[in-house]
């Protein structure tokens, strides 16, 4: 079973969420991420969903870091997003939480 982590503002400041155009500026200068409007799970079935995902490419995983609602969602995974949630929150100045 994979934990959800949530990088959010309202912790400390309810009022400021994180925006979609701040995500995109940021994740733009970050080489290995890519931004993408739909994520598609492949295995059995094939699944696409629609949302604004920023893909962080580890090594030959793609790890969706969602962004829904003023938060940024991601996937534990795989343990190797931890510190890159971190540093991601860290530059955001935002929270890690679990979600």
């Known amino acids: 079973m994979s934990k959800r982590y ?3 503002r309202t912790r400390q400041q309810p009022e400021q969420r994180i925006d979609l155009e701040e995500c995109k500026q940021y994740f733009a200068t970050k080489p290995d991420f890519t931004y993408t409007p ?3 799970v492949k295995g059995a079935t094939t699944m696409s969903i629609e949302g604004d ?3 962080w490419s580890f090594g030959e995983v ?3 870091f969602r962004h829904y609602q003023g938060d940024i969602y ?3 995974t795989n343990e190797a997003v931890i510190p890159k949630m971190l ?3 860290g530059d955001l100045h ?3 939480m679990e979600g």
Do not use: K, N
């Open 6 to 8: 949530v990088i959010t």
């Open 94 to 96: 935002a929270d890690v």
């Open 38 to 40: 739909v994520y598609t």
């Open 53 to 55: 995902f920023f893909m």
């Open 74 to 76: 991601v996937s534990g």
């Open 62 to 64: 793609q790890i969706p």
């Open 87 to 89: 540093e991601v929150a």
